[in-house]
């Protein structure tokens, strides 16, 4: 909220609907990373398909200690490394890749978990978040066929179903259910969870982990139950507060409200 403020700009929902599941990826200990040398070959990689739920992100990073936290107050400003979409060539560490253009992250962290564990025979994790209004992008399912054709099971799909998106509720907008059906016809081991129930993520993540370790062959797809804007009562389930910042007094509301 501080950041969305200072920026005048940007996507509240999303990010504080999905904040839950950024803390058990980055604080967690769910991704295998170093803050201080981003660029350990060891390090799992995360990419953020759904670009403009970024401000969560930078966040959870920072928390973690990839860069000092003062540096969140620059979101969005003028040749900022937290650009309003992540953009790999700013150079903030543990940035994986530029993102935005909904449906290309996806593709390319499959790209990623197939250089992994078919070329480089590593154990490496690639972790995707991408939105539900993001699946009528047809690019995303053309990966989530390779990622089964390929038998990734090294690659864990995170879908923030909080069935709102910039127009509209996603039924009305294009209609993408049944979620679960189509990723368990696309060969996904398919986890429905309470996207703001901390032992249902860890426990979604550790299954993952799990089948990626044993050598299943099966990816995973955990479709995260969550509320867009959730925490904040003026927020909460309404897509209008998709793509905009809190003014000054509504930001002060949602930080009263917010459990910190
Ligand atoms: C290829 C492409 N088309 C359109 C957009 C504009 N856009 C940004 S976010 C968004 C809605 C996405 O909905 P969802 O994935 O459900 O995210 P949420 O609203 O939950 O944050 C759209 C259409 C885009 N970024 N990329």
Known sequence: MKMLLLAKSGHSGGPLG???VFAALYMGGVMRH???NPHWEGRDRFVLSAGHMCPVQYAAMANAGFFPKSELATLRKYNTRLQGHPGRDMGLPGIETSSGSLGQGISIAVGMAMSDKLLDKSDRRVFTL?????LQEGSVWEAAMSVSHFGLDNYC???DNNDCQIDGRIKE????YPIVDKCVAFGFETIVIDGHNFD???AAFDKFIANS???TGK???IIAKTYMGRGVSFMEDNYKWHGNPPNAEQAEQALGELVL
Request: hydrophobic fraction near 45%; charged fraction near 20%.
């Open 219 to 221: 990816p995973t797809a």
């Open 200 to 202: 249902e993520i860890m």
């Open 18 to 20: 999905i904040a839950d």
């Open 173 to 176: 907008v294009m209609d993408v």
């Open 34 to 36: 170093q803050a201080d």
């Open 213 to 215: 370790t044993n050598g």
């Open 157 to 159: 799909w995170i879908i």
């Open 130 to 134: 991408t939105g539900d209004g993001e």
